[in-house]
């Protein structure tokens, strides 16, 4: 079998990354071995790298000490399996390292998928443990693979960020105000939160992403982030925010002040930008983490009920990308080296999705 190969990058500096090269370990008892075949590559990988520390991102994939393997959504084929229950052949959608292999040790499994039941996985938020057996999912389209992996993780935040607004009555207000407005993120939540037309939908975004986010037409208004005080103040309003830019968050909340009924942190797609000032008027910014809303709704509904909700959602969601989102192919080094790179910087174009392959 040829050598394994992983993307790494520096713990410490993003912007260093390298190649390790090692031999696919031999098949154990109770383990499989995947061929990865595709990840894609977005902001949100670049939130699991910052983050990696913080909220143990690192551990999934874990590498040589100062390095890391940046978790991504994608695909996968079983080619060794020591598992009567688990055929080599089967394809998989889960949570990978940009590489060419992964070993699993799959556990608790079930015609729809199983668990990576390894040990340095099991305190881990169980969402990212899960990899589900394509033929067995019912909403896997064959021709909508790239637009699953880019989009799904990212629209099922979305999807649940209304779920918990709606769930919270929009915290006394029907306004929405959403920062990185072009991000595929806040772009799944403004699109189910417009289906359900219970708010005001505002997007924040850059002047260069301003005319993309308003041909989306899933919000009601679109708003650069200078002109936030174009926004009238009045009315009460809830924040979310996928930026975690500090001048943009001190804006909001100076503008809004007691009016800003609640603060949402999602994600920080601006980086190098972070919040550091204290005492802001209004609310203390809240994190919101999609697993542990996961986890929350999965007891509320069970797992069926919430997957065939999400489901439905879903599939409105991705036809819809076709409009709006290309997929862009990457393979090889150099295309997965510049698709980081692209996408660290902010260089990478909201209108477009990186999926990338290791593959010959
Ligand atoms: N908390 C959770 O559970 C959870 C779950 C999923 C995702 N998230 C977070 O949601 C955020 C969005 O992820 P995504 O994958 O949807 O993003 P994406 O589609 O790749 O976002 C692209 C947009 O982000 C902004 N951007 C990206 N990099 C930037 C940079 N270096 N400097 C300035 N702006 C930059 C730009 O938007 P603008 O011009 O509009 O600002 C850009 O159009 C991430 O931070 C992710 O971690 C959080």
């Not at 190969?5 to 383990?31: A, I, K």
Request: charged share 25%; net charge negative.
């Amino acid at each position: 079998m040829p050598d394994a190969l992983h993307f790494e990058v520096s713990r410490d500096d993003l912007r260093r990354t390298r190649w390790s090269v090692e031999p696919v370990p031999e098949l154990t008892p109770g383990d499989a071995i995947v061929r990865i075949d595709r990840t894609a590559l977005t902001a949100n990988n670049i939130s699991y790298a910052v983050s990696g520390d913080a909220l143990s991102y690192w551990k999934f994939f874990p590498a040589e000490a100062g390095w890391g393997r940046v978790p991504a959504w994608g695909f996968g084929d079983v080619i060794r399996s020591s598992l009567d229950a688990l055929a080599e052949g089967d394809r998989l959608y889960g949570y990978f390292p940009i590489s060419t292999h992964l070993v699993l040790r799959p556990a608790a499994i079930t015609p729809g998928g199983f668990v990576d039941g390894a040990a340095h996985r099991a305190a881990l938020p169980g969402v990212y443990n899960q990899y589900r057996r394509v033929l067995a999912d019912p909403g896997y389209d064959a021709a909508s693979e790239d637009r699953q992996a880019v989009l799904q993780p990212l629209f099922m935040t979305g999807f649940l960020l209304a779920d918990f607004l709606a769930d919270e009555q929009f915290f006394a207000s029907r306004r929405v105000v959403i920062a990185s407005a072009s991000s595929k993120t806040a772009v799944s939540l403004a699109f189910v939160l417009s289906r359900a037309g219970a708010c005001e939908v505002i997007g924040l975004t850059s002047p260069r992403n301003t005319a993309f986010v308003e041909k989306l037409g899933c919000y009601d208004r679109v708003v650069p982030y200078q002109e936030i005080r174009s926004i009238a103040a009045a009315d009460p309003v809830v924040f979310v925010d996928m930026a975690n830019d500090g001048a943009v968050v001190g804006a909001v909340h100076r503008h809004f002040g007691e009016r800003l009924t609640h603060s949402c942190v999602v994600g920080a797609t601006h980086w190098e930008s972070a919040l550091r000032e204290r005492d802001l008027p209004g609310p203390r910014p809240a994190f919101f983490f999609a697993p542990a809303r996961i986890e929350k709704r999965t007891r509320d509904w069970g797992g069926r009920v919430l997957q065939e909700r999400m489901a439905r959602a879903w599939h409105d969601f991705v036809s819809d990308s076709q409009s709006w989102l290309e997929i862009c192919e990457g393979r090889g080094r150099a295309a997965v080296e510049r698709a980081w790179r692209e996408t660290l910087e902010g260089r990478a174009r909201p209108d477009q999705g990186y999926v990338l392959s290791l593959g010959d």
